[in-house]
């Protein structure tokens, strides 16, 4: 046990920290030796049917574990509470299974947590993982696997997941580990059947617990003058949004307050305001920064607050915080919001400077001492290491599938990408998987020998690809391939919207099938496709229209073979029907109904049965 002693007084200038280790109390061994006791007596309550009973004798257990917990400075996770949680876990969950109620409302206790430390990186804006946590309807589907387990804590992911002793695997990511009462809350919840007990599995977890809350308070905004040294507007509120607001917002809220309107900002959190015009000590918002409060924010700077921000906050208040907006109750742009504003506002000729200097800076990020081979085109600006010829060979592939493109698909623009599309082009693995790394921060698969990245806004608009050889094979498509499918990847991704990995990659190597008849790569995917199937664990067979279900080395043979069968099924025009209200954001089950006349499970059987193996299995 580790005990800390403060000791205080007005008279002191100092405070004197004495840490000592110490042994469990005897007294504190026969306090557990009591609550041990009063929990056998409480599975006896529950072995005879006496829920009503049992219940209250488990939370007044709890309540006395939790004192001696507080009362004697101990660890939860002390060795010697370990066989009381575990037996009381084991009650908890008899209690549960017998009376068809647990002990732990996920409402009530189990939701504020994940609120408070999980939907920050996994809700619907911003799902990492693929996971989402901001509904119970969201946390059910799980991500790459389910969560929970009900009845069975430690084989849940979930648990593992926050218990683990690895700091790079745990969550939440990059923060501090849950405190072990929240984990064993969790464990409690899980043991208990993972039960749900709101109205409505599709609320945000925020508002099922939710109390009315006091009227905010009343904020004077004082509006700036224009003789201010620092504008809120230009100096404070884009660091603000993209420091403070990651965790200070309206869906997650902590300590009750958020910083995204000028108004919310002034109103405060649960411990008040924290702006004081004209006061640095009395801005709690400052001192937190300044240091001169617990905890100091942001946590370790991790979200990188500058010199220049922390003085400029330094002088707004000094001179009065005051406003230069349009309007303090209207919520403040996001970060994406402002730089799509910048972009918009940028002439065709900018763009391609912009993009000329990114791609410049990406190559330098990966080969720092090798001079890049360079071409340019209308749509294309190509960087690679291989030799010059054959540089343009693939320009001219890349020049022949853009036009054929436009084409297809109706496209009047006379430029595809806005600043064009940026092109890399390595002589051998080595300089893929480098790219990946430097640009990208991502270990790449080996199967995967090019990808495409298209921004919503055409921030970013490139495609990079390893130089495969002109030979195909039934592990390798050719670089012609891979030049088409990439291309039309990222022509693909620049209408935006939710098109899936699979739709991607497929419609790029159905393009390139009409080029390359025959090619031995494309003619095994049929097969490979039907293995795949036979192999996975696919819940409902409409899964397979679903983003992610399938593996990097899956997509291709998957993709490839599903939108052949699409094409089949109802022709060009259908599918670019198909892909149009995809990107328009229609959901996939209606995009499949409206155009195909089907649902998703019926049109994925027959998909299926389309398959070579699919015709001799059940599958």
Known sequence: MRQIIRVSCCSLVTLLAVVAVAAVTPEQKKEIKEITSEISKTSSLISKKKYDEAETELKAIDQRLEKLIKDGMLSESEPALRPVHVQLEKAKALFAKGSGRGTVSFAKDVAPIFVDKCIGCHTDGEAKGGLRLDTYAAMEKGGSRALAIPGNAQASF???????????????????????????????WINEGAKFDGADKTAELASLDKKPAAPPPRVDVVKATGNEKVSFM??????????????????QKRSGLSVTSFEKLMQGGTSGRVIIAGSLEGSRLWRLVNGDDTPVMPAGNQTGITRKWYNNLKTWIEEGAKFDGDDAKKAFPTLDEREAAALAKMSPEQWIERRKKETAEQWKKTFNNTEPKIRETGDFLIYGDVSSERLEQIEKWAIDQAASLKSSFGVKESQLWKGRLAVFVFKDRFGYEEFNQSVHRREVPREVQGHSEISGNMEEALIAMQDIGDAATET?????VNVIEHVTGAFLKRGGGGLPDWAIRGTGLALANQHSKGNPFLASMPGQAAEILKEARIDKPEDIFGNGTFSPGEVGPIGFTLVDFMLKR???????????????????????KSVYGADAKSLALAYGNSLPAGKKSKK
């Open 476 to 480: 390798s498509p050719g670089m012609q």
């Open 234 to 251: 230009k100096d404070i509120m884009p660091e603000l949004m993209d420091t403070c607001g990651r965790c200070h917002n309206d869906r």
């Open 158 to 188: 979930l648990v593992q997941k926050l218990m683990t002793p690895n700091a790079q695997q745990r969550m939440p990511k990059g923060g501090e580990p849950l405190k072990d009462k929240e984990i064993q809350t969790i464990i409690t």
């Open 570 to 592: 109802g022709g060009p025009a259908n599918f670019g029907k198909f892909v149009r209200m995809l990107q328009n954001g229609d959901k996939t089950d209606a995009a499949l």
